[in-house]
C-alpha cells in the first residue's frame, strides 16, 4: 500500500472540517473525484500543472474559517 502524501492527508483534513467533498474540489481543478482521489492517496502523479492548482486550492481552503456547527434549539431561559 503507497504511503499517503502528506499534502493529501492535508487536504483530506481541510475538506473534512469544511465539509467539502472531493467532488467539489475536483470540479474547481477541472478534474475527476476519482483522479483527485489518487493524487490524494499518492497512487498517481499530479502534473506539474495540477499540482500547483492543488496547491493553491489547498491554502486556499487552509485560509477559510471553520464552520459554527453550533445550533440552538429549545427556547432561551428567561
Do not use: F, H, W
Not at 465539509?19 to 497512487?43: K, P, W
Request: charged content about 30%; proline content about 5%.
Amino acid at each position: 500500500m503507497a504511503k499517503i502524501p502528506e499534502s493529501g492527508l492535508d487536504l483530506m483534513m481541510q475538506c473534512k472540517r469544511l465539509g467539502i467533498t472531493q467532488s467539489e474540489v475536483a470540479s474547481d481543478l477541472g478534474i475527476t473525484r476519482t483522479y483527485l482521489n489518487l493524487i490524494m492517496r499518492g497512487n498517481r502523479i499530479p502534473t506539474e500543472q495540477i499540482q500547483t492548482a492543488l496547491d493553491q486550492k489547498l491554502e486556499e481552503l487552509k485560509r477559510m474559517p471553520s464552520p459554527d456547527l453550533s445550533i440552538s434549539g429549545g427556547k432561551e431561559k428567561e
